[in-house]
């Protein structure tokens, strides 16, 4: 008994604010107090007093009778008990076991090896912790383990510094730290919702109905642990942290669309990246080869699924990308015709300069024979009409084409 000269301290640490002016703070202390057990293992003790028998609670209240004879510490320990404690319970073991070498390993003895009484008293302290164990309320919530924990851990601070300390500022204390854990924990339920949901989606409208369903667990947590404040300052805060954590997902979503789609347009044009560095379309022809390798492998792209929001925006970028190779490819088809055509027309000239010779040659044959009179006037001007015709029809043949050509060079 001497050992709780504590709690001859707590009644100057203590303040109760009570609902009525009347009301003398010594009447509202003891409501606040929690019931008195005091356990005793003295196996040589004797439960008489003068002669007679008593119970475990009445040699408690015996106890705390003040005793004249005894300095003053004595009695003020008991008196501090018997006004903070008004609910007190006693209980009294016996020995454990009478076997010396139980005594030695009682941590590891089957109960079954204990004694009867002991265990029937140990029986009677259980049941008694349990009917008389209420949950502590404080601000009409029931306090947890961690929570009651808190508040002791505080309250022991602030004795053993010596100050007072005010319920009211620890219970504010406490409930910021038990709301912290309970926006972590929240926070926590909302990311593991959120990442049940296989990113990249298309539908923006999906991404945010499955916001909508991971926020409600996540307050469902939230209100389960939480403890009330006036300004809903971690409500407030959950909220903020929720919406910034949807922001990071529709940009993750973003960046995992991306992703994917340029691993699939890699797949889907790989045959036409190889037979590009193999200079296929390089040769005749090539171009076309290449539009329609072109579009086959676009076609492949659009129908690939799960690209996401993203698969639009990469393939016009793709696009804008190869837009220098496209063009080069064709220009070279286009040289390569005209040139084909340059060539042939270039024959046809040659082929011209020599019916032209030949028809001069004729011409100049008749020419001899009309002087050496063997041949007529008529014979030799039908042939000066068809070498004029046909010179100007290839001088005609001729300048079409070059203006053709000039025409697709603007172009």
Same mark, same amino acid.
């Given at each position: 008994? +001497?050992?709780?000269h ?17 009301s003398?703070?010594?009447d509202?202390?003891? /409501? ?11 196996? &040589?003790? %004797? ?19 003040? $005793? ?5 510490? #004595? $009695? ?10 008004? =609910? ?16 030695? $390993? ?6 079954s090896e ?13 049941? #008694? ?14 306090? *947890? ?26 219970v504010? +204390?406490?409930a910021?730290? %038990?709301?912290s ?7 926590? &339920? !909302?990311?593991? +919702? ?29 209100k ?7 300004? #809903?300052?971690?409500? $407030? ?11 990071q997902?529709?940009?993750? *979503? ?8 340029r ?15 193999n200079?296929e ?8 080869? !290449?539009?329609? =390798?072109? *579009?086959l492998?676009?076609?492949? #792209? ?15 970028e793709?696009?804008?990308n190869?837009?220098?190779?496209? *063009?080069?490819?064709?220009?070279? %088809?286009?040289?390569?015709w ?22 001069r040659? /004729?011409?100049?044959?008749l020419?001899?024979?009309?002087e ?26 001729i300048?079409?084409?070059m203006? +053709? ?7």
């Open positions: 008994m +001497s050992d709780l504590i709690v001859t301290k707590l009644k100057n640490f203590i303040k109760i604010k009570t609902q009525t002016n009347d003398k703070e010594e509202e202390l003891w /409501k606040t107090c929690l019931p008195f057990v005091w356990v005793i293992r003295d196996f &040589c003790l %004797e439960m008489e007093i003068d002669g007679k028998e008593v119970t475990a609670d009445e040699y408690l209240e015996t106890c705390l009778l003040p $005793n004249q004879e005894k300095n003053k510490e #004595y $009695n003020e320990c008991r008196k501090c008990i018997t006004e903070l404690f008004p =609910d007190r319970k006693c209980f009294i073991f016996p020995q454990p076991t009478t076997k010396v070498k139980h005594l030695r $390993n009682l941590e590891n003895i089957a109960d204990l004694d009867e009484d002991f265990v029937a008293e140990i029986t009677k302290l259980r049941d #008694y912790v349990y009917s008389r164990a209420e949950p502590r309320i404080v601000q009409g919530v029931p306090l *947890n383990g961690r929570m009651l924990s808190t508040l002791l851990q505080t309250f022991t601070e602030c004795i053993s510094r010596g100050d007072a300390p005010s319920l009211q500022t620890i504010q +204390s406490m910021d730290r %038990e709301n854990k309970v926006v972590a924990a929240a926070d926590t &339920c !909302y990311r593991e +919702s959120m990442d049940k949901l296989v990113l990249p989606v298309k539908d923006a409208f999906k991404l945010q109905q499955h916001h909508i369903e991971s926020e409600r667990k996540a307050f469902d947590v939230f389960q642990l939480y403890f009330p404040d006036k300004d #809903y300052k971690f409500q $407030n805060e959950l909220k903020v942290k929720l919406q910034t954590l949807l922001q997902y529709c940009k993750r *979503n973003k960046e995992e669309s991306e992703k994917k789609c691993t699939i347009l890699i797949h889907a044009f790989k045959e036409v990246e190889e037979k590009h560095m200079g379309y390089a040769k005749p022809g090539g171009y076309r080869k !290449y539009i329609a =390798d072109w *579009n492998a676009e076609e492949e #792209y659009l129908s690939a699924k799960g690209k996401g929001p993203k698969g639009e925006k990469v393939l016009l793709f696009k804008k190869k837009a220098g190779e496209a *063009n080069r490819l064709a220009m070279n %088809e286009c040289l390569y005209q040139t084909k055509e340059l060539e042939a027309e270039k024959q046809k000239v040659t082929i011209a300069e020599m019916e032209e010779k030949l028809l040659d /004729k011409m100049t044959s020419q001899k024979q009309k050496m009179g063997e041949t007529n006037e008529k014979e030799m001007a039908e042939l000066i009409q068809t070498f004029k015709a046909d010179k100007q029809k290839n001088r005609e043949e300048e079409a084409f203006q +053709s050509a000039l025409e697709k060079k603007k172009h």
